[in-house]
Every structure is written in C-alpha cells, then in structure tokens.
C-alpha cells in the first residue's frame, strides 16, 4: 500500500502567504518611542520600506510594543499590504501574518491588529 503525503490547504496558503510578503522580508526597522493614552509613553519597533522616506512621517509597515514579559504585540497598517490583505482577507492575512512574521524577524508574538 502506497500513502502518498499531500500538502494541506493551510501548508498551500503559507507558501501563497510567503510569496506574496517577499518584499516585506527586510524591512528597515528602528527604535521609535510613542505615546498611548493607556500605557504612556512607551518604545516600540517601527519597520519602514524606506526608513529615509517614511520615518519623518512614520509610514510604518508593521510596528511593535513590548507591554510586558517580552511578549510583542504586532500592528500593522493596511495601506502598503492592501494588495496582499485583499487577497487573503483580513482574518486568514492575520492568521498568516503572526508566524511569518515570527519566522522572518524572529520576535515572538502574542497578538496581532491593524492600527
């Protein structure tokens, strides 16, 4: 008896998922503080396509907190990754987003949303 081992939907969208995100894989990321109305003042992450272009005006593509334990929390604006949002829907591009995120930058997340 032959079994034959077959991709799941789920390994078919990851890979869909990665090849869409290759040009999000290095970003330009740097230490920028922010103000939050519940946490105060507080440092994050802030990943730029183009840092020189999109610092001053903080067009970020992904930006993280550490409220505690080292645990980030991951945001992301829609605006630059539309295209890849539309095409997986913005619950299954979230789903997707966490572990491909944690693969490609090697943070660990808890959670992730759309600013």
Known sequence: M???VTESHLDK????????????VNLTYNE??????DWGY???????????EDWDDD??????FEPEDKIWVLEYYGYPIKDV??????SMFEKLLKPWFEK???YKITNVKEV
């Open 104 to 106: 490609n930058y090697g």
């Open 42 to 52: 507080n440092m994050g992450l802030a990943f730029y396509e183009d840092i020189d």
């Open 2 to 4: 032959k079994i034959i």
């Open 59 to 64: 067009n970020f593509v992904f930006r993280m």
């Open 85 to 90: 949002i539309a095409l997986f829907g913005e």
């Open 13 to 24: 969208l990851e890979k869909m998922f990665d090849k869409s995100m290759e040009k999000y």
């Open 32 to 37: 920028r503080e922010y103000y939050d109305s």
